[in-house]
């Protein structure tokens, strides 16, 4: 039994593609549950929506919740009242960056990490660069002042 994790996000869509990436990248041996979108399937959150993902990916191990912004994280605290209300399973909430965070929590779940350590993973992520650094050089250093990207080839 490995630590389960849930994508709570305003968009459907981006939740399952999120879900769908880390989940790659897992093989398969983590539970990964998509909670996006409202319950009538507009942009929004929706408490039912992550309670069902909660108790999809319980474990013994227990649950690590990434968020994409604002409400989300409102919404995931209640889900989680009413999740320990029936259930003894250890869940994290994570500020880590939503893509980044969920592949690596992912990774480290697949590897059989407890619940701390997939979270710390997941923060770490906050860290990894967007762009490949030139030699001697820090991403951030190489980006435009504009924060636009260039064609580097």
Do not use: N, W, Y
Not at 34 to 45: F, K, Q, Y
Request: proline share 5%.
């Amino acid at each position: 039994m490995t630590v389960g994790l849930v994508i709570v996000s305003h968009s459907a869509r981006l939740a399952e593609g999120v879900a769908e990436l880390a989940g790659q990248m897992a093989q398969g041996r983590v539970v990964i549950a998509p909670a996006g979108g409202t319950t009538e399937g507009g942009l929004g959150t929706s408490v039912d929506k992550i309670l069902q993902a909660l108790r999809l990916a319980a474990s013994s191990e227990g649950v690590l919740v990434l968020l994409d912004l604002g409400s989300a994280g409102m919404a995931a605290e209640m889900a989680l009242e009413l999740f320990k209300q029936d259930h003894d399973c250890p869940v994290m909430i994570s500020s880590a960056p939503l893509v980044e965070g969920a592949v690596v929590a992912a990774v480290e779940a697949s590897i059989g990490s407890p619940l701390q350590a997939v979270a710390e993973a997941a923060a770490a992520a906050t860290t990894l660069p967007k762009l490949p650094a030139t030699e001697g050089q820090t991403a951030e250093e190489t980006a435009p002042e504009d924060g636009t990207t260039e064609d580097r080839t």
